[in-house]
């Protein structure tokens, strides 16, 4: 069973660029979720696909979006980098839904994104 | 609004011993889901432990068993026999939707 992948590891980007992070979620998952994780902080929920839909959102501004394909990867698109989106990306898969509604995720490890 | 607080910003423990981390959370939901996972320092979060709202019984995972007092609303994560492989920062969380701050557990040789 292959886990859950992030590409890339690492990204040096400036300020007004636009970045795109990748995901591909573990094998039988069809749920992804994303976080942003600043330093000495706990993870931000950014927002959450299933089946190619999103499906719920965080407190982040327009400027990121995200995507799902049909296998369940995932992309996540930043447009206009702000140095406060320097932070740890990371991304989740889900297999089955547990009784009360939640959700046992896995982490890929993480892309590292600096802005200049 | 769902909310987890970690008060404990960084513990430490000796090796083999037990130690507590706390975690309460808010939720007017009656439905939700609470989990802990560590996360060492090369940044992947490993999830650990899972209980949920109807659960009766406290989960219990190995080394890792959580307090589970719904009254309190609180859901203290237990590691027993600590190692030093166990130096990391643990996050509580509430459904996916919202972590805590994190504590810095530390097992000292």
């Known amino acids: 069973e292959t886990g859950v992948t992030q590409s890339p590891t690492h990204l040096i980007k400036t300020r007004g660029q636009q970045v795109t992070l990748r995901c591909s979620s573990q094998s039988g998952h069809n749920t992804v979720s994303w976080y942003q994780q600043a330093l000495g902080q706990g993870p931000q929920f950014i927002f959450q696909y299933y089946r190619e839909e999103e499906n719920g959102r965080g407190n982040f501004p327009p400027r990121f979006s995200g995507l799902q394909f049909p296998n369940y990867s995932s992309e996540l698109n930043v447009n206009a980098l702000e140095l406060d989106d320097s932070a740890l990306y990371l991304c989740?898969?889900?297999?089955?839904?547990?009784?009360?509604?939640?959700?046992?995720?896995?982490f890929g490890p993480g892309t590292r994104l600096t802005v200049l | 609004a769902q909310k987890i607080t970690q008060t404990q910003p960084g513990m430490f423990v000796q090796e083999k011993e037990a130690v507590t981390l706390d975690c309460t959370y808010d939720?007017?939901?009656?439905?939700?889901?609470l989990f802990w996972y560590k996360q060492p320092s090369s940044g992947e979060m490993i999830f650990l432990i899972y209980q949920g709202s109807y659960d009766e019984q406290n989960a219990t995972e190995g080394r890792y068993s959580l307090n589970f007092q719904k009254a309190r609303k609180s859901a203290n994560l237990v590691i027993s026999a600590s190692q030093l492989g166990d130096s990391a920062m643990y996050f509580c969380?509430?459904?996916?939707?919202?972590f805590g701050k994190g504590t810095k557990l530390t097992v000292n040789p």
């Open positions: 989740a898969s889900s297999s089955h839904l547990r009784s009360g509604g939640a959700f046992e995720q896995f």
């Open positions: 969380a509430m459904n996916e939707l919202v």
């Open positions: 939720t007017s939901d009656q439905s939700y889901g």
